[in-house]
């Protein structure tokens, strides 16, 4: 029973073509995240939804666009690939609240290649 | 903003030597903090927490203790195996606001354990 899951796992595709990675949580968790690791290791977080509500978006091309359709799914969609986007994303949820502290739980990850 | 130092990687040590990994981190607030472990081809998963000064974080052996005054959350384990080869990264969340748990990460230390 896998807690957070992730589709496709590998992704390989061509420049300037459009692509979109599904997430899925089971634990009944309000929050939702998405995080782009680099070839370098460095992860940074893309968005969050708490309830389907946007309530992180950091500094992201528009190219990106998260969609929340319930508090169980967060897809991220992405136009117009460009090679700097070739990364391995990791989709996380918690239960987060104001007060913090609360643990991330990690997908496996999506490792896109943009030729 | 917030911000996450780790030290410089990768370590490579012998199996049951001892492990120190430091960590360093740059908040407004008082921020919950994490040591998250990343196994190869997988997901990160929680190794520890500890969300108030002077609070102490444990699980499998390694250890790691919330010092406000020196803002370092440093992970240690006194004899290391084989299986703890992996990326440790080092994490923060902030309270309140609209942080709601997002991860602010340091920039990952790969370790490689020999028999």
């Known amino acids: 029973d896998t807690a957070v899951s992730q589709t496709p796992k590998y992704l390989v595709t061509q420049m300037g073509n459009d692509k979109s990675i599904k997430c899925e949580q089971n634990l009944g968790h309000d929050t939702m995240y998405w995080y782009k690791q680099d070839s370098k290791k460095f992860l940074k977080i893309m968005f969050s939804y708490n309830n389907k509500e946007l309530i992180i978006n950091e500094t992201v091309p528009n190219r990106f666009s998260p969609k929340s359709p319930d508090k169980a799914h967060l897809n991220l969609h992405i136009n117009s690939l460009e090679l700097g986007d070739s990364a391995v994303y990791f989709c996380?949820?918690?239960?987060?609240?104001?007060?913090?502290?609360?643990?991330?739980?990690f997908g496996p990850g999506t490792r896109l290649l943009v030729l | 903003g917030d911000s996450v130092t780790q030290m410089e990687g990768p370590v490579t040590l012998s199996e049951e030597a001892f492990l120190t990994i430091n960590c360093t981190y740059t908040?407004?607030?008082?921020?919950?903090l994490f040591w998250y472990v990343q196994y190869p081809g997988e997901g990160l998963q929680l190794l520890l927490k500890?969300?108030?000064?002077?609070d102490k974080g444990s699980n499998k052996g390694f250890e790691a203790t919330y010092r406000k005054e020196t803002t370092s959350f440093h992970l240690e384990k006194g004899s290391v195996q084989v299986s703890d080869s992996a990326v440790y990264f080092c994490a923060l969340s902030e309270a309140g606001g609209t942080s709601y748990g997002k991860l602010t990460f340091g920039q990952g230390t790969i370790l490689t354990v020999h028999p």
């Open positions: 908040a407004t607030g008082y921020p919950s």
């Open positions: 996380a949820s918690s239960q987060a609240t104001p007060v913090g502290g609360e643990t991330q739980y």
């Open positions: 500890a969300t108030k000064a002077d």
